[in-house]
């Protein structure tokens, strides 16, 4: 039961984080290109590569973390649902070609802060 709930509350702080970051950045943003989607997936890419770096690599941080921040907060604050509802929404309006950058911009950037987030956590640590 208290796996359930560390689980929940990071699900929980990460929706309402995603919700407030995404919102941030298309009021900055202008167009119909979703950035803030963009900005959200790229940021928990690399959040997850940090703490998987920390949890997996540096023994660092324990089950706990991975329960409450890779599973919880970061599944709840990366939004790929909202990535592929975006995507067809901008093929079903005819954006071909913003349709296949935003496909792929999110997971070319993302596996990217992937990477990257391991390899702060290898040149820090």
């Known amino acids: 039961m ?27 943003t202008s167009g119909s290109y979703p950035v803030g989607t963009l900005v959200v997936n790229v940021l928990g890419c690399l959040a997850i590569g940090v703490v998987m770096g ?3 690599d540096k023994n660092i941080l324990g089950p706990n973390a991975r329960l409450s921040l890779a599973i919880g907060f970061l599944g709840s604050f990366t939004t790929m ?4 509802y975006e995507t067809v929404g901008l093929y079903g309006q005819g954006q071909l070609v913003a349709a296949v950058l935003n496909a792929a911009g999110n997971f070319v950037l993302g596996i990217g802060a ?8 290898h040149m820090v640590l």
């Open 114 to 121: 992937v990477v990257l987030g391991r390899t702060l956590v």
């Open 81 to 84: 649902s909202s990535l592929c």
């Open 54 to 56: 920390l949890i997996e």
């Open 2 to 28: 208290i796996r359930l709930a560390q689980v929940g509350i990071g699900g929980f702080v990460g929706a309402i984080a995603r919700y407030a970051l995404s919102g941030l950045t298309h009021r900055w």
